[in-house]
C-alpha cells in the first residue's frame, strides 16, 4: 500500500507565494515521475509541473516562471514553490507519484487527497 499526503494549500492574494509539499509512503521500491496537477471547479484535471528522478522537470506554459518543483528521492518528497500567484492558480492542487513496489513489477500512478489554493484579486 502506497499513501501520498499533500500539504501546505491556502488562501492567498495576487502576488504572493505558496508552498506546497508532498510525501509518498508505504511499500515503495522506486519512484519514477512525482508532480502536479490542478483542478479548477468546472474545468479538466490538468499538469502544472512534474519531475522525474533524475532532476528533469517539466512545467505547464501558464506557470513558467513562477512555479518550481524540486523533490527529494531519499525522502520520497516532493515540492511545489509557487510565487506570483495569480486568481487563475486557484484549483484543487493533486500531487501524484508513479510507483514501483518491487523491482519487476508495473509501476501504478498514486494520488493525494488534493490541497486548496485560493488566489484572491
Known amino acids: 500500500q502506497v499513501h501520498v499526503v499533500e500539504s501546505g494549500g491556502g488562501l492567498v492574494q495576487a502576488g504572493g507565494s505558496l508552498r506546497l509539499s508532498c510525501a509518498a509512503s508505504?511499500?515503495?521500491?522506486?519512484?519514477?515521475?512525482m508532480g502536479w496537477y490542478r483542478q479548477a471547479p468546472g474545468k479538466q484535471r490538468e499538469l502544472v509541473a512534474a519531475i522525474i528522478s533524475g532532476g528533469s522537470t517539466n512545467y505547464a506554459e501558464s506557470v513558467k516562471g513562477r512555479f518550481t518543483i524540486s523533490r527529494d528521492n531519499a525522502k520520497n518528497t516532493v515540492v511545489l514553490q509557487m510565487n506570483s500567484l495569480k486568481p487563475d492558480d486557484t484549483a484543487v492542487y493533486y500531487c501524484?507519484?508513479?510507483?514501483?513496489?518491487?523491482?519487476?513489477?508495473?509501476?501504478?500512478?498514486?494520488w493525494g487527497q488534493g490541497t486548496q489554493v485560493t488566489v484572491s484579486s
Open positions: 508505504g511499500s515503495i521500491f522506486s519512484i519514477n515521475v
Open positions: 501524484n507519484a508513479d510507483v514501483r513496489t518491487n523491482d519487476r513489477g508495473p509501476t501504478f500512478r498514486y
